[in-house]
């Protein structure tokens, strides 16, 4: 089995995140994934990536979204910004604020 994805939301992006029709981020919004190892490895935590929503004009092409990568002991900043990577991904849903949202279920 490969690799797991635990999502975790801000406060302040609770909302729509869950809610069930895509809305606009609130400022300040943070997402969390943290991945981890298949089961043979342990579980162990391989890194996170981290969306936060900036001021508008921050990202405008993205939702003024900022991207980071996180290293497995939750303080290493591996990068930081508008990440090309991301950005690449994130690209393809604009009707959800640049959100995949496949991991939620519905209710």
């Known amino acids: 089995m490969g690799t797991s994805i635990i999502v975790y939301v801000n ?16 400022i300040g919004s943070v997402i969390v ?17 981290i ?5 508008r004009g921050f990202n405008p092409a993205i939702g003024d979204w900022e991207f ?14 508008k990440l090309e990577n991301c950005q690449s991904c994130h690209a393809s849903k604009p009707e959800s604020d640049f959100i995949f949202r496949p991991y939620l279920q519905a209710k």
Do not use: D, H
């Open 11 to 26: 406060g302040v992006g609770r909302e729509a995140l869950l809610s069930k029709e895509p809305k606009t981020f609130p």
């Open 33 to 49: 994934k943290e991945k981890t190892g298949s089961y043979s490895e342990g579980r162990k935590i391989l890194l996170y990536t």
């Open 51 to 55: 969306m936060k929503k900036r001021e």
């Open 68 to 81: 980071l990568v996180v290293g497995p002991n939750g303080s290493e900043v591996q990068a930081r910004g």
